[in-house]
């Protein structure tokens, strides 16, 4: 091979895409998952300061790591940061709870229209969506709390992609994570079985293709039953249990 043809044939290999490795999660991912973990679990709860040093106690890691996961998660407004307030969870008020729903079941109503226009409630629609269900069903057995909040995300991330608009997942992916914590905490006070047997309801209704009906059950699913669980009262209870 002439010197000319071995340059050609390294611009050619440089050039070619390859698959890359799977990165591992760093320590921030770490740190992020167990801050989310933490309060879908009710051990830290809406309005409670987030202290660094202990956060680095608890988890075994230095402080850059959580720092970092901090702005992360301030920037996905899960938690606030104010002058002489510090760094605290967010707030689940009944005017902060109206606001998510409310972007969350607009940005679910388009995505169901999407998938229906575009034939995503097929067979294949509806196997994805039964998978993401059964997850759900094995962390609701498992009384797994942080568990059963990913899967429902997990869920609804799948239901949303049939859409086929990345756009529409990039604006629900930005919410994922408050949702995460609100369902979290309603487990508290709902079984997990009923927010399963939600999910079947959510399935049978898309799988009839009716535009109305799957937006009047998204609003069920969504606003209605998340509004009918007092989340004051609950995160009281929660509070009172963890001092004694």
Do not use: C
Request: glycine share 6%.
């Amino acid at each position: 091979m002439t010197r000319k043809t071995k340059a050609q044939a390294s611009v050619k290999a440089r050039e070619a895409p390859v698959w890359e490795a799977a990165r591992p999660q760093t320590l921030v991912d770490h740190a992020v998952a167990a801050i989310i973990a933490g309060a879908a679990r009710g051990v830290i709860l809406p309005g409670d300061r987030i202290i660094e040093s202990e956060l680095t106690k608890g988890l075994g890691m230095s402080r850059v790591p959580i720092r970092e996961a901090l702005r992360t998660l301030e920037s996905q407004g899960v938690v606030t940061s104010a002058p002489y307030k510090g760094i605290r969870l967010m707030e689940v008020t009944h005017e902060r709870l109206e606001q998510v729903l409310d972007v969350r079941v607009n940005l679910e109503s388009l995505a169901a229209r999407r998938a229906i226009e575009a034939g995503a409630n097929d067979k294949a629609g509806i196997e994805k969506l039964v998978r993401a269900r059964n997850e759900l069903e094995v962390m609701a057995g498992r009384g797994d709390v942080y568990g059963f909040a990913l899967a429902d995300a997990a869920f609804h991330r799948v239901f949303v992609g049939l859409a086929g608009n990345p756009v529409l997942s990039l604006l629900w992916e930005s919410l994922s994570r408050q949702v995460t914590i609100i369902v979290g905490l309603s487990t508290l006070s709902k079984p997990m079985d009923s927010i399963v047997a939600e999910h079947d309801l959510l399935i049978e209704v898309f799988k009839t293709g009716g535009q109305k009906a799957m937006a009047r059950e998204l609003h069920d699913h969504i606003v209605v039953l998340a509004q009918s669980i007092d989340f004051d009262e609950l995160v009281a209870k929660r509070r009172a249990q963890r001092s004694k």
